[in-house]
Nanobody
Framework: QVQLVESGGGLVQAGGSLRLSCVAS????????VGWYRQAPGKQRELVAL???????NYADSVKGRFTISRDNAKNTVYLQMNSLESEDTAVYYC??????????WGQGTQVTVSS
């Protein structure tokens, strides 16, 4: 059974930082493209960052220079370091893992709230 479990969300003031973590089980983590998406109230889910082993990460324009995605294949974990947080970053953040040619698996999400 595939499981993706996010942690690290919370309430932070604008300008602050948070680090999200997502631990995967039930998949061959190293071959998956993994990433983070977010969904704000009343908005569609959007890509935040993706990373594939051996390739450069991809970021949404809105987070470039502020967020950093990384992965530790030995720990089946993907991270999202979020700095200089803005109120517009408030959303539920979801971890996703997609095997080559396959459908994505999703975590349950973790709430990030940035107060201005």
């Amino acid at each position: 059974q595939v499981q993706l479990v996010e942690s690290g969300g919370g309430l932070v003031q604008a300008g602050g930082s948070l680090r999200l973590s997502c631990v995967a089980s039930g998949i061959i983590f190293s071959i998956n493209t993994v990433g983070w998406y977010r969904q704000a109230p009343g908005k569609q889910r959007e890509l935040v960052a993706l990373i594939t082993s051996g390739a450069a990460p991809n970021y949404a324009d809105s987070v470039k220079g502020r967020f950093t995605i990384s992965r530790d294949n030995a720990k089946n974990t993907v991270y999202l370091q979020m700095n200089s947080l803005e109120s517009e970053d408030t959303a539920v953040y979801y971890c996703a893992a997609r095997p080559p040619g396959g459908a994505s698996y999703w975590g349950q999400g973790t709430q990030v709230t940035v107060s201005s």
